[in-house]
C-alpha cells in the first residue's frame, strides 16, 4: 500500500502537473470505483485544479467551487501519468483524469478490487473522510505520546492505525521499529519515555529519509516504482536475509493479507515472536530464540 513518502511523491509529481490546469474529465472504468453519489463526475469537469493535498493514505484533488477528488489507493492500486486523453489500460484500470496536458491513469493489479474514489463538496465533506490521525512528521513529541498511548495496542498497530497517526502502514512501520530498537509486539502501556521519544525520532527519520530518497529518484519525472518492497529497506520485505545493522536473518510473522517483518537480534533480544498459525502447527517444535535457528 503505499504510504506516507510514496503518497507524497505522487503528489509533488501531480501538482507539477496539474495545478492551474483544467480537468476536462473523469472517465470511470469500473463502476464499483466511485463511492459517493453527488457530486457526480461531470460535476467537476471543466474546473481548474487548484492544490493536491493528502488526507491519511489518500491523495486529494482540490478544484475550483470547493470540489475536491479524494483517491485512495488501498494495497494494489497505483497512479500513472500519460498522454492527453490515453486508453484506460484494459485489465487493470479503474480509472481516469483528463487534464489539459495529460492524463493520470488509475490502475490496481488484484482481482479484489479495494481503490476507492470519493467526490465531495466542502471542506465538511471533506473532513468526513478524515480518520482522525495526527501526522507523524509534524507532531511534537507531547502530541506524539499521547496519540501513542490513548489505546493500549501492539506498537506495531498503533502506528499503522489510521485513527491514531496518518499516512503510516505495514511497510515503513516494520522499518521505524527496526530504528527504534523496539519490538513490534510491545504493548504501548508498556513503553518507558525514553523508548517513546526513540519511536518519535525513529518516526520522523525514517519519514523523512524515504521522502528524500524518492523525491531523488523520481527527479522531475513520475514516480512509476512505487512499491512496498524496496531493496534499500532494512528489514520490511526481507525475511530470511541480513539484517544491515547486526547479520542476523530478519524475522516474519504472518497475518491476514500482511506479513511484519523484524530482526530478532537488534529488536527482541534474540526471542522470536509467535507465529499464530505455524507456532501453533509445530507447538513445543516452535524455536523460541534465535540460537534455536542454527
Given at each position: 500500500?503505499?504510504?506516507?513518502p510514496?503518497?507524497?511523491?505522487?503528489?509533488?509529481?501531480?501538482?507539477?502537473?496539474?495545478?492551474?490546469?483544467?480537468?476536462?474529465?473523469?472517465r470511470?472504468a469500473?463502476?464499483f470505483?466511485?463511492?459517493?453519489?453527488?457530486p457526480p463526475?461531470?460535476?467537476?469537469?471543466?474546473?481548474?485544479?487548484?492544490?493536491?493535498?493528502?488526507?491519511?493514505?489518500r491523495?486529494?484533488?482540490?478544484l475550483?467551487?470547493?470540489?475536491?477528488?479524494?483517491?485512495?489507493?488501498?494495497?494494489?492500486?497505483?497512479?500513472?501519468?500519460?498522454?492527453?486523453?490515453a486508453?484506460?489500460?484494459?485489465?487493470?484500470?479503474?480509472?481516469?483524469?483528463?487534464?489539459e496536458?495529460?492524463?493520470?491513469?488509475?490502475?490496481?493489479?488484484?482481482?479484489?478490487?479495494?481503490?476507492?474514489?470519493h467526490?465531495?463538496?466542502?471542506?465538511?465533506?471533506?473532513?468526513?473522510?478524515?480518520?482522525?490521525?495526527i501526522?507523524?512528521l509534524?507532531?511534537?513529541?507531547?502530541?506524539?505520546?499521547?496519540?501513542?498511548?490513548?489505546?493500549?495496542?501492539?506498537?506495531?498497530?498503533?502506528?499503522?492505525?489510521p485513527?491514531?497517526?496518518?499516512?503510516?502502514?505495514?511497510?515503513?512501520?516494520?522499518?521505524?521499529?527496526?530504528?527504534?530498537?523496539?519490538?513490534?509486539?510491545?504493548?504501548?502501556?508498556?513503553?518507558?519515555?525514553d523508548?517513546?521519544?526513540?519511536?518519535?525520532?525513529?518516526?520522523?527519520?525514517?519519514?523523512?529519509?524515504w521522502?528524500?530518497?524518492?523525491?531523488?529518484?523520481?527527479?522531475?519525472?513520475?514516480?512509476?516504482?512505487?512499491?512496498?518492497?524496496?531493496?534499500?529497506?532494512?528489514?520490511?520485505g526481507?525475511?530470511g536475509r541480513p539484517c544491515?545493522?547486526?547479520?542476523?536473518?530478519?524475522?516474519?510473522?504472518?497475518y491476514?493479507?500482511?506479513?511484519?517483518?523484524?530482526?530478532?537480534r537488534?529488536?527482541t533480544?534474540?526471542?522470536?515472536l509467535?507465529?499464530?498459525?505455524?507456532?501453533?502447527?509445530?507447538?513445543k517444535?516452535?524455536?523460541?530464540?534465535l540460537?534455536?535457528?542454527?
Open positions: 500500500m503505499p504510504e506516507l510514496d503518497l507524497t511523491v505522487y503528489g509533488e509529481a501531480l501538482e507539477r502537473r496539474a495545478v492551474g490546469r483544467r480537468l476536462e474529465a473523469i470511470l469500473s463502476p470505483l466511485l463511492r459517493t453519489v453527488r463526475p461531470e460535476a467537476l469537469a471543466g474546473k481548474t485544479v487548484t492544490g493536491i493535498r493528502r488526507i491519511g493514505k491523495l486529494v484533488l482540490a475550483e467551487e470547493d470540489l475536491f477528488a479524494a483517491i485512495h489507493l488501498m494495497i494494489a492500486g497505483r497512479l500513472r501519468w500519460g498522454a492527453r486523453g486508453r484506460i489500460p484494459a485489465r487493470l484500470g479503474l480509472a481516469a483524469f483528463d487534464l496536458v495529460g492524463t493520470l491513469l488509475l490502475t490496481e493489479a488484484s482481482a479484489k478490487k479495494r481503490a476507492s474514489l467526490l465531495v463538496e466542502g471542506e465538511a465533506g471533506l473532513r468526513d473522510l478524515d480518520r482522525g490521525g501526522e507523524p509534524d507532531a511534537p513529541l507531547p502530541a506524539f505520546r499521547q496519540a501513542l498511548t490513548r489505546e493500549v495496542h501492539t506498537v506495531k498497530r498503533a502506528l499503522t492505525d485513527r491514531l497517526f496518518a499516512g503510516i502502514g505495514n511497510a515503513y512501520s516494520d522499518e521505524i521499529l527496526h530504528r527504534a530498537r523496539l519490538s513490534p509486539a510491545r504493548r504501548t502501556d508498556q513503553l518507558g519515555d523508548e517513546i521519544a526513540a519511536l518519535h525520532a525513529a518516526v520522523r527519520r525514517v519519514l523523512r529519509e521522502i528524500d530518497r524518492l523525491r531523488e529518484q523520481t527527479g522531475n519525472g513520475w514516480p512509476d516504482k512505487v512499491t512496498a518492497f524496496r531493496e534499500e529497506m532494512a528489514v520490511h526481507r525475511f544491515p545493522d547486526c547479520g542476523a536473518p530478519v524475522q516474519r510473522i504472518r491476514a493479507d500482511n506479513e511484519c517483518n523484524y530482526c530478532a537488534c529488536q533480544g534474540g526471542r522470536l509467535a507465529d499464530r498459525g505455524l507456532s501453533r502447527l509445530l507447538g517444535d516452535w524455536p523460541r530464540r540460537e534455536d535457528l542454527e
